[in-house]
């Protein structure tokens, strides 16, 4: 990340309306911002392109929040918790 490049924001959330309006909140906000909606397409997401910041639902179907999150901690040691 260069300081022309604004912070890569991943939202994880099951509700589209919850994600989509975080997803543009934080695009207004100036950030490279993406919205999915499972553990799977985060999984993929990560693996494909850097992320910054990861921002999920804590209760989701399947897996908890906490649990996707030390998931993409594996994946990438460099994303904040």
Same mark, same amino acid.
């Given at each position: 990340?260069?300081?022309?490049?604004?912070?890569?924001?991943? @939202?994880?959330?099951?509700?589209?309306? @919850? &994600?989509?309006?975080?997803?543009?909140?934080?695009? &207004?906000?100036?950030?490279?911002?993406?919205?999915?909606?499972?553990?799977?397409?985060?999984?993929?997401? @990560?693996?494909?392109?850097?992320?910054?910041? @990861?921002?999920?639902?804590?209760?989701?179907?399947?897996?908890?929040?906490?649990?996707?999150?030390?998931?993409l901690?594996?994946?990438?040691?460099?994303l &904040?918790?």
């Amino acid at each position: 990340m260069t300081p022309e490049t604004p912070p890569r924001i991943l @939202v994880i959330d099951d509700e589209d309306q @919850v &994600r989509g309006s975080m997803v543009r909140l934080l695009q &207004r906000l100036g950030y490279d911002a993406t919205g999915l909606e499972d553990r799977e397409a985060g999984l993929r997401h @990560v693996r494909a392109r850097a992320t910054d910041l @990861v921002i999920t639902d804590m209760q989701m179907p399947g897996k908890s929040g906490l649990e996707v999150l030390l998931e993409l901690r594996a994946l990438d040691p460099r994303l &904040r918790r």
